[in-house]
């Protein structure tokens, strides 16, 4: 889970993304997460409380490493986007 969330780019840093996760700032189809090393699959959603926003992503693939900004951009679905233009 904070691989994947430092992959597609949501956070600056990995250990950021285990923080953000740790405190329940992310939910996985729904369900509030607490355990940074959840494995993910494609097709779940993530729902990510940050910096007074709300993201919504669908997972659509994975990565070995970070990459730039628009290899990130492939990882996922954004499904908010209406709502953020």
């Known amino acids: 889970m904070d691989k994947w969330l430092w992959h597609a780019r949501v956070v600056k840093a990995r250990t950021s993304a285990a923080e953000l996760v740790e405190s ?3 939910r996985v189809n729904g369900e509030r997460e ?11 959603v ?3 409380a940050l910096d007074r926003t709300v993201r919504v992503l669908k997972v659509t693939a ?17 499904l908010n986007e209406a709502k953020r233009n």
């Open 62 to 78: 994975f990565n070995e490493r970070r990459g730039d900004a628009a290899s990130a951009r492939v990882l996922y679905e954004e």
């Open 46 to 48: 993530i729902t990510v």
């Open 24 to 26: 329940g700032h992310v």
């Open 34 to 44: 607490k355990s940074p090393g959840r494995a993910i699959k494609i097709g779940d």
